[in-house]
């Protein structure tokens, strides 16, 4: 099965927290840091992310 970077997958977090970290995280990634003062709104308990994204590696080196 070939490996597709750019394929987005969809990441089921049960924790608030870790939806907050990966959407705080991305902001730091794409550079959109001005607006911290106030959270990004989370309406779906899923967030959806490329495969090559490092964060999907940093998840998985953790657990």
């Not at 997958?9 to 990634?29: C, F, G, H």
């Amino acid at each position: 099965m070939a490996k597709n970077p750019n394929k987005v997958i969809t990441l089921e977090l049960t924790s608030q927290a870790y939806i907050d970290a990966v959407l705080r995280a991305k902001k730091v990634l794409s550079g959109t840091t001005s607006d911290s003062s106030r959270p990004p709104r989370v309406r779906k308990r899923a967030v959806r992310i490329r495969a090559n994204d490092p964060l999907v590696t940093n998840l998985i080196e953790r657990h």
